[in-house]
């Protein structure tokens, strides 16, 4: 059949008709706008520093020395060391995150009296900031490192957990029933049809868990390793370098909305549900 | 081929301390042979029918496919629901496939493998497609197809076209024993609808509430494929309905009397 020359034809056609170009830049008008209004209120901000005198020490925070120093980092590939230990400290800690917290949270979904009892003392843990556990994390790991990502740990079982009991407890139990009347096997079960089932919620407890991560890592870098986004920060501060520092901010923003980003196009592709 | 299934002394009870769900069930049923089961809503059906796809063990007796008591589930004798429950994760043949992938075939062949299936129950078109976009008929009719897949000896129908609209039924309904007595299929069908029992079965046996009981049995000796408009189906149909009020006035109403008897008694 000829149909499909004719459909690359056609989208290849519709690619550049006036229709879909409209609609792509009305989807991009209003995060454009709230872009551009961030800025703005930045450029007074950095306005209202310089003609004050007490602050105009700050006045590289505006956008225009941040972006030049965004600019030199980028060009001279000095951002890239920071944003590489920043990034492999968190893919270790959702890697840790999720080996434990999947499993954690299967089986406590799975066993329903489970759930109920591990309801409070996993809330009252999930409160607690994961800075709090730093003076143990410390004493307890060797390098800082380890530390950091103890807390990076911490800080991500608990929305990995809940999610992923909580898309167990919604499992359809005919869906369970059917797959044993066809003879399916325990690990079948998990592989087939648990995992499926759960993959969404499992998925949406992980976009929590990268954004508390994020948020925590910076801060935990402060404190004692050498490398990291957050150690830039601090580093940038002590060398009274503030355009680096707003530009280290700048791309902490950045990535972190990269990060989320990333999260949310594994949540819709792997989603089953009808929109 | 189809297999013989006995119930042997059947009796249930959920809790120990509960009144019996079901007694002293105790009937055969033969290779191929076609048997509907039919009561009130309530007396047990679906428990005699879970216990047969090895679903439920009973309290007291035990069920013996081919002789063998049974322990577990199989995908020998499978059963079908009143939901279809398909997994919406999976596209249509996936799921037509799952018994096959569970029985250790890949993907791939086992994909393969259901395809004429998925013709014959006219789902040609539809192979591909997301369980989800599918009519509810099209959706039982891919349970249908994942039943018979994996070449049950015997499958099990729990009310599995109550929830289709009347078209849809009539042609499952026709359809099934068809599909059954060319491959041999030894079925049971539970359902509260007289015309359902008479159209789909070579026996129809009554149930009773409040202990469940085989109470009645009725023999439909009407030639394939069985037309609603026949004589011979009105007079089936007329004769099952009064042997069903006959049960259900007299017999359970001594019944329940008598277990009231009892319990007055014992206490
Ligand atoms: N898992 C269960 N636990 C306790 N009681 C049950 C359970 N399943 C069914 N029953 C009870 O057993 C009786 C028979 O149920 P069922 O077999 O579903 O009836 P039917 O299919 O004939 O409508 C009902 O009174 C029901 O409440
Ligand atoms: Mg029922």
Same mark, same amino acid.
């Given at each position: 059949?000829?149909?499909?020359?004719?459909?690359?034809?056609?989208?290849?056609?519709?690619?550049?008709?006036?229709?879909?170009?409209?609609?792509?830049?009305?989807?991009?008008?209003?995060?454009?706008?709230?872009?551009?209004?961030?800025?703005?209120?930045?450029?007074?901000?950095?306005?209202?520093?310089?003609?004050?005198?007490?602050?105009?020490?700050?006045?590289?925070?505006?956008?225009?020395?941040?972006?030049?120093?965004?600019?030199?980092?980028?060009?001279?590939?000095?951002?890239?060391?920071?944003?590489?230990?920043?990034?492999?400290?968190?893919?270790?800690?959702?890697?840790?995150?999720?080996?434990?917290?999947?499993?954690?949270?299967?089986?406590?979904?799975?066993?329903?009296?489970?759930?109920?009892?591990?309801?409070?003392?996993?809330?009252?843990?999930?409160?607690?900031? =994961?800075?709090?556990?730093?003076? /143990?994390?410390?004493? $307890?790991?060797? !390098?800082?490192?380890? #530390?950091? +990502?103890? %807390?990076? *740990?911490?800080?991500?079982?608990?929305?990995?957990?809940?999610?992923?009991?909580?898309?167990?407890?919604?499992?359809?139990?005919?869906?369970?029933?059917?797959?044993?009347?066809?003879?399916?096997?325990? =690990?079948?079960?998990?592989?087939? /049809?648990?995992?499926? $089932?759960?993959? !969404?919620?499992?998925? #949406?407890? +992980?976009? %929590?868990? *990268?954004?508390?991560?994020?948020?925590?890592?910076?801060?935990?870098?402060?404190?004692?390793?050498?490398?990291?986004?957050?150690?830039?920060?601090?580093?940038?501060?002590?060398?009274?370098?503030?355009?680096?520092?707003?530009?280290?901010?700048?791309?902490?923003?950045?990535?972190?909305?990269?990060?989320?980003?990333?999260?949310? %196009?594994?949540?819709?592709?792997?989603?089953?549900?009808?929109? | 081929?189809?297999?013989?299934?006995?119930?042997?002394?059947?009796?249930?009870?959920?809790?120990?301390?509960?009144?019996?769900?079901?007694?002293?069930?105790?009937?055969?049923?033969?290779?191929?042979?076609?048997?509907?089961?039919?009561?009130?809503?309530?007396?047990?059906?679906?428990?005699?029918?879970?216990?047969?796809?090895?679903?439920?063990?009973?309290?007291?007796?035990?069920?013996?496919?081919?002789?063998?008591?049974?322990?577990?589930?199989?995908?020998?004798?499978?059963?079908?629901?009143?939901?279809?429950?398909?997994?919406?994760?999976?596209?249509?043949?996936?799921?037509?496939?799952?018994?096959?992938?569970?029985?250790?075939?890949?993907?791939?062949?086992?994909?393969?493998?259901?395809?004429?299936?998925?013709?014959?129950?006219?789902?040609?078109?539809?192979?591909?497609?997301?369980?989800?976009?599918?009519?509810?008929?099209?959706?039982?009719?891919?349970?249908?197809?994942?039943?018979?897949?994996?070449?049950?000896?015997?499958?099990?129908?729990?009310?599995?076209?109550?929830?289709?609209?009347?078209?849809?039924?009539?042609?499952?309904?026709?359809?099934?024993?068809?599909?059954?007595?060319?491959?041999?299929?030894?079925?049971?069908?539970?359902?509260?609808?007289?015309?359902?029992?008479?159209?789909?079965?070579?026996?129809?046996?009554?149930?009773?509430?409040?202990?469940?009981?085989?109470?009645?049995?009725?023999?439909?000796?009407?030639?394939?494929?069985?037309?609603?408009?026949?004589?011979?189906?009105?007079?089936?149909?007329?004769?099952?309905?009064?042997?069903?009020?006959?049960?259900?006035?007299?017999?359970?109403?001594?019944?329940?009397?008598?277990?009231?008897?009892?319990?007055?008694?014992?206490?």
């Amino acid at each position: 059949m000829s149909a499909g020359t004719t459909t690359s034809t056609s989208s290849a056609v519709s690619l550049f008709a006036p229709t879909k170009l409209v609609r792509l830049l009305s989807n991009l008008q209003y995060p454009a706008m709230g872009i551009t209004g961030l800025l703005f209120l930045w450029w007074i901000g950095g306005l209202l520093i310089q003609n004050n005198e007490n602050l105009s020490a700050f006045s590289a925070f505006a956008p225009a020395p941040a972006f030049q120093a965004l600019y030199d980092l980028v060009t001279s590939g000095e951002i890239w060391a920071p944003i590489t230990s920043s990034l492999y400290r968190i893919l270790v800690g959702m890697t840790w995150g999720i080996a434990i917290g999947v499993p954690v949270g299967v089986t406590i979904g799975y066993i329903g009296v489970a759930l109920k009892v591990a309801n409070v003392p996993f809330q009252f843990l999930r409160m607690i900031s =994961p800075l709090a556990w730093m003076p /143990i994390a410390v004493m $307890a790991f060797e !390098t800082w490192d380890s #530390a950091i +990502i103890f %807390l990076l *740990v911490m800080a991500t079982v608990w929305p990995i957990i809940f999610s992923t009991a909580h898309g167990v407890r919604r499992i359809d139990p005919n869906w369970f029933k059917v797959a044993r009347n066809l003879g399916a096997s325990g =690990p079948q079960m998990l592989r087939r /049809i648990i995992l499926p $089932a759960i993959m !969404t919620d499992v998925m #949406a407890g +992980i976009r %929590l868990a *990268v954004g508390v991560a994020w948020v925590v890592l910076v801060p935990a870098e402060y404190l004692g390793v050498t490398s990291g986004l957050g150690y830039a920060i601090n580093d940038a501060r002590d060398t009274l370098s503030y355009d680096y520092l707003a530009a280290v901010v700048l791309v902490i923003g950045i990535i972190g909305y990269g990060l989320d980003s990333v999260c949310n %196009l594994l949540i819709k592709r792997f989603n089953w549900h009808v929109e | 081929m189809g297999a013989s299934l006995s119930i042997d002394y059947v009796t249930h009870q959920f809790s120990p301390s509960a009144a019996p769900t079901l007694k002293d069930i105790d009937t055969r049923i033969e290779p191929g042979e076609m048997v509907a089961l039919i009561g009130r809503s309530g007396c047990g059906k679906s428990t005699l029918l879970h216990m047969m796809a090895g679903l439920l063990i009973p309290s007291q007796g035990c069920i013996r496919i081919n002789s063998r008591q049974i322990s577990k589930p199989s995908a020998k004798w499978n059963m079908m629901f009143q939901k279809a429950s398909l997994y919406p994760w999976m596209s249509v043949k996936e799921n037509a496939a799952l018994g096959l992938m569970f029985a250790g075939l890949s993907k791939a062949e086992a994909v393969e493998k259901v395809d004429p299936l998925l013709d014959m129950l006219g789902l040609h078109d539809k192979k591909d497609v997301n369980v989800q976009s599918l009519s509810g008929g099209q959706q039982q009719r891919v349970a249908l197809a994942r039943s018979l897949a994996t070449d049950p000896d015997i499958l099990l129908l729990d009310e599995p076209f109550s929830a289709l609209d009347a078209f849809t039924r009539t042609a499952l309904q026709e359809e099934v024993p068809a599909i059954c007595r060319e491959r041999g299929i030894t079925m049971i069908i539970v359902t509260h609808d007289i015309d359902e029992a008479v159209a789909m079965a070579d026996r129809v046996l009554i149930m009773s509430q409040n202990p469940g009981r085989i109470v009645e049995e009725l023999e439909v000796d009407l030639p394939w494929p069985r037309r609603h408009m026949d004589n011979g189906f009105q007079t089936r149909r007329e004769e099952l309905m009064n042997r069903f009020k006959g049960t259900d006035n007299g017999l359970q109403g001594r019944q329940q009397h008598t277990a009231t008897d009892q319990s007055e008694s014992a206490a």
